[in-house]
Structure formats: C-alpha cells, structure tokens
C-alpha cells in the first residue's frame, strides 16, 4: 500500500525583501494563512476559415495572487516592510519556504518571486485579535525549488 507523501503548512515562513540593493530578506511574522489563486495562461483564439474545430494559442502566462492573513503586530519588521512598500507601490522579492514533508530531511519546497502588496488592510473587533490581510500579486514567474 502507497503512504501520501502530503505535507502540512504550520511552519511556513514567508519572507519578503525590497527588489533594490541586495536582497535583505525579512520574515513576516504572524501569519497564519497564505493561499495562492488565478494562476493561468492567456489563450487567444485563433480559428480561422481552414480550422475543423475551435483552435487557440497560449500566449502568456499569469502567476495570480497570494492572499494572506494573521495577526496584526505593530513591531513586526515584515508587516512593517509591507506597509512601507505598499505605499510606495514598489516591487518586493518574495520568498515562501514549507516546512520538510515526507522525504525531505533539511528543508521543505521553496517558492520565489517578484511581487507587489496589491492590498493591505486591518481588521479590529471588540472579541478578536487585530488582524492583517492582503494580497501580493505575483509580478514574474514562480521559481519552486524542491526541498532536500
């Protein structure tokens, strides 16, 4: 019988460091959530009088968004990195490491790249945590480096 070589999320880090100078990775703190969506091609039609049947052509492709969220902590370098670099709608290296899964001894996969903190906002209720949330829209291809 096959064992699933599935891994869990509780101990990622996400790290982020401004695209200029050299990169200074710093951790962002607290999080609790960190998720991935619309990663696609762009297709564009090209069926023409010769076609038998609908033809299209991928022509690029589209990285999507991370959404993430945790709790708000006012002395965190990170959050305070993206604060910074939200208001100066500049471009943030990215790095996402995973914890080790089944079969890996040292590290887990690592997933990299150019972003921008499209969103950033705060919630704050009488019976929970501060919280922060936002979306970092992915500006290059990912680089997924397996884990050893």
């Known amino acids: 019988m096959a064992t699933s070589q599935a891994g869990v999320g509780l101990g990622t880090v996400l790290s982020i460091s401004p695209s200029t100078g050299t990169a200074a990775y710093v951790v962002v703190g607290e999080l609790k959530t960190f998720s991935q969506s619309g990663r696609q091609a762009s297709v564009v039609d090209v069926t023409n009088f010769a076609s038998t049947a609908k033809e299209s052509l991928a022509v690029i492709v589209d990285e999507g968004t991370w ?5 708000r902590v006012g002395s965190d370098a990170g959050q305070a990195l993206m604060e910074t670099s939200f208001y100066a709608l500049a471009k943030v290296l990215v790095k996402v490491q995973t914890p080790p899964r089944i079969g890996q001894v ?3 996969d690592l997933f990299s790249f150019d972003g921008i903190i499209q969103e950033l906002s705060y919630g704050i209720s009488a019976e929970k945590e501060i919280t922060i949330t936002g979306k970092l829209k992915t500006t290059s291809i990912i680089t997924v480096t397996l884990g050893a």
């Open 106 to 108: 040292t590290t887990g």
């Open 67 to 71: 959404e993430f969220s945790g709790s």
